[in-house]
């Protein structure tokens, strides 16, 4: 917002100016003074860097927005990346979240820009970069109904390939980036931590009682393996 109204203030100085020499001739009778053109220019430019973020994050928004509604099974969705200070007015400013009720799903900095590095260079994905991937799949999954958070984050690790294709993610990076998220980050929740005993399950794994047997599953993976990771 605070890019936004910036720009606008460029914009209103590119309009003075244009307006300053349309003027009539002032009293003594001296013409209105002509625009300089450089400093239109630089007006423009500046107007132009100014909107240039908010309007990228804009478009990123609405690009995330699509791909979790189809996650969602056509729940809408409606995802938003928050900046530093709309975090400080959040309700949960510590972690990303997602309103069933409507669709919200609010992304805490820097995980879009997380995100948008994975879109980067998926194929060397950074640890932090695959918890994006998965925080986006896993608001999906709320936005879809479900609160219970270790049903949620396994609804989750099983799509994150579908995510990651979704995305435009080549298919055998997306395969070994979700499989990387499974046996990497969800299975060291096995080993205990704060968040274990709510986004842990046992029963999240291959052929067990929290396997869906999606078709395009993360483990639908008859030709890969562990050593693929
Ligand atoms: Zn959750």
Redesign the pocket.
Known sequence: MLWILISLFFCWLIYREIKQSMAEPKYDGFPPSPIYKPYLAILLVLAILSAWTPLHYWRFQRYLSSIATVLADSHPAKVHCNTALDSIFDREPTFS??NPNDGEIVFQPPLCERLMDYLDHPERAKPVELHSLNTLT??S??VRGELN?AI??CESVQRNYRTAKLLGVPDNIARRNALEYYYGAYMQLKEGGPNAAR?FSEQCAPGKDLDEHLNDSTWFTPESNQSDL
């Open positions: 979240h997602a896993h608001e999954m709320h958070e949620t984050e986004y």
